[in-house]
Nanobody, 125 residues
Framework: QVQLVESGGGLVQAGGSLRLSCAAS????????MGWFRQAPGKEREFVAA????????FYADSVKGRSTISRDNAKATVYLQMNSLKPEDTAVYYC??????????????????WGQGTQVTVSS
C-alpha cells in the first residue's frame, strides 16, 4: 500500500520561503511521476508542480512558476517543493500526489492514484 507523508508546512511572512517534503513508501515511487497540488478554503484542488521519474522534466502552474522548484531523491523516495517569494494567495493545504503510471496529463487531480494527507501553508501579509 502506497503511503505519502508530507512535512514542512507552516506559517511564514510574505516574501519568505518554505520547503515541503513528501516521503513515499510501499509503491512504485522511482518509476512514477510525482506532483504537488494545493487547495485553499472554498476552492477546488489545483495543480502546482510535477516532476517525471528521473527528475529530468518538471512543469509548473503559472501561479508558482519562477518562485517554486520541484525536485526528487529516488534513493530516499522523497519529493520536494521549494517555495520562495511566498504570497498570501499561496495560502492553502498542499498535497503530495503520485500519478497513475499511464496518465497522459499531470494537470488533473483525477489522474492521481495516491494522495498525501496534506500540509498547511499559511502566508501572512
Amino acid at each position: 500500500q502506497v503511503q505519502l507523508v508530507e512535512s514542512g508546512g507552516g506559517l511564514v511572512q510574505a516574501g519568505g520561503s518554505l520547503r515541503l517534503s513528501c516521503a513515499a513508501s510501499g509503491g512504485t515511487f522511482s518509476r512514477s511521476r510525482m506532483g504537488w497540488f494545493r487547495q485553499a478554503p472554498g476552492k477546488e484542488r489545483e495543480f502546482v508542480a510535477a516532476i517525471n521519474w528521473s527528475g529530468s522534466w518538471t512543469f509548473y502552474a503559472d501561479s508558482v512558476k519562477g518562485r517554486s522548484t520541484i525536485s526528487r531523491d529516488n534513493a530516499k523516495a522523497t519529493v520536494y517543493l521549494q517555495m520562495n517569494s511566498l504570497k498570501p494567495e499561496d495560502t492553502a493545504v498542499y498535497y503530495c500526489a503520485q500519478y497513475s503510471l499511464s496518465t497522459p496529463t499531470v494537470l488533473l487531480a483525477t489522474t492521481v492514484d495516491y494522495w498525501g494527507q496534506g500540509t498547511q501553508v499559511t502566508v501572512s501579509s
